[in-house]
Every structure is written in structure tokens, then in C-alpha cells.
Nanobody, 123 residues
Framework: QVQLVESGGGLVQPGGSLRLSCAAS????????MGWYRQAPGKQRELVAA???????NYGDSVKGRFTISRDSAKNMVYLQMNNLQPEDTAVYYC?????????????????WGKGTLVTVSS
């Protein structure tokens, strides 16, 4: 069983930065994807960034050039560095283990979620 715990959310002004962290317990395996998703009020959950292994990544169009996902497999951690945050980035951010680069379930049963961390971008 895999458990995921996110941290690092909070209130930030437009143009500011935050770094989210996700601590994973259990065996994920470096070949399985990890990713960040977000859900804003009244909207569907969307892919923010995903990573497979240590270097293969994919980003949602709205965050390309501003957000960076990274992974430390030895520590079972995944991070999301968010720069130049904008009000439209306000959402609950969720960590996922198991989905592929495009956000789809790859292996039945390998689809784990954290409880989320709130990011609010406001002046």
C-alpha cells in the first residue's frame, strides 16, 4: 500500500513562488509515474506535471515554463517548484503515484492519491 503526504502549500502573492513536496511511503518503483494534479473550485481535476524515472516529464500547457517537477527516488519524494504564480493557479494540489505522463492509469490498482495541499495566489 502506498501513502502520499503533500506539504508546502500556502498563500502567496502573484508573481511569487512555492515549492510543494510529496512524501511517499511504500513501494512505488522508479518506472511508475508520479505527478501533481490540481483542482480549483467548480473545476475538474487537471494534470499539472508528471514524471517517470528521474528525467522524463510532461506539463500542463498552463504551467509550462513556470513549474518544474522533480523526483528523488532514493528518498521517495517528488517536488513541484512553482514560479511566477498567478491567481488562476489557486487550487488544491494533489500528489499521485502510478499514473503515466498523460495522467492516465497505467496499471490497475496502481493509482494512489494524497489528501492535497491548498495553494492560494492572491494579493
Amino acid at each position: 500500500q502506498v501513502q502520499l503526504v503533500e506539504s508546502g502549500g500556502g498563500l502567496v502573492q502573484p508573481g511569487g513562488s512555492l515549492r510543494l513536496s510529496c512524501a511517499a511511503s511504500g513501494n512505488i518503483g522508479s518506472r511508475n509515474g508520479m505527478g501533481w494534479y490540481r483542482q480549483a473550485p467548480g473545476k475538474q481535476r487537471e494534470l499539472v506535471a508528471a514524471i517517470i524515472g528521474g528525467t522524463t516529464t510532461n506539463y500542463g500547457d498552463s504551467v509550462k515554463g513556470r513549474f518544474t517537477i522533480s523526483r528523488d527516488s532514493a528518498k521517495n519524494m517528488v517536488y513541484l517548484q512553482m514560479n511566477n504564480l498567478q491567481p488562476e493557479d489557486t487550487a488544491v494540489y494533489y500528489c499521485n503515484a502510478g499514473r503515466g505522463l498523460l495522467g492516465r492509469v497505467v496499471t490497475t490498482g496502481m493509482d494512489y492519491w494524497g489528501k492535497g495541499t491548498l495553494v492560494t495566489v492572491s494579493s
